[in-house]
């Protein structure tokens, strides 16, 4: 489980930069994209940089309006529901601490990360 926060939104460049990242901390081992519908996950930039890096990712795209089948949904429940539950953060750092509490707190637990696949139909 690889995680970022920052701030706006994502498009194309800093998706690429953060695939880069990803790149970098896996030093050489493979990885699966579970992607939704977002834009920049379907432009020309994104499509022209995964035909380039797919000796390493490869990109399992979600049906369109379906976040039943998405397992990061889930996962962002669950730490809504503990680490973001009644926290009315007063700036981006303070959220992104308490955020990266709940990711370590998941990626501890042996059988919680892959009850979120489960819950979304899918298999590791």
């Known amino acids: 489980m690889f995680f970022q926060t920052r701030e706006g939104s994502y498009n194309s460049e800093s998706l690429i930069a953060f695939l880069e990242d990803l790149k970098r901390d896996l030093r050489g081992q493979k990885a699966i994209l579970v992607w939704d519908g977002l834009p920049a996950h379907k432009s ?3 499509n022209e940089y995964l ?4 000796h390493w990712v490869t990109v399992e795209r979600l049906p369109g309006y379906s976040p039943d089948l998405n397992p990061v949904e889930t996962l962002w429940g ?3 529901g ?3 539950a009644n926290r009315c953060a007063e700036s981006l750092p303070e ?4 955020v990266r509490g709940g ?3 998941v990626r501890k637990s042996r059988k919680l990360p892959f009850s979120f ?3 979304a139909g899918l298999s590791f």
Do not use: G, V
């Open 78 to 80: 669950n730490i809504k």
């Open 51 to 54: 035909l380039r890096e797919r």
């Open 103 to 105: 990711m370590a707190r």
């Open 82 to 84: 503990q680490e973001l």
């Open 44 to 46: 020309r930039a994104m």
């Open 117 to 119: 696949l489960k819950h």
């Open 95 to 98: 959220l992104d601490s308490a």
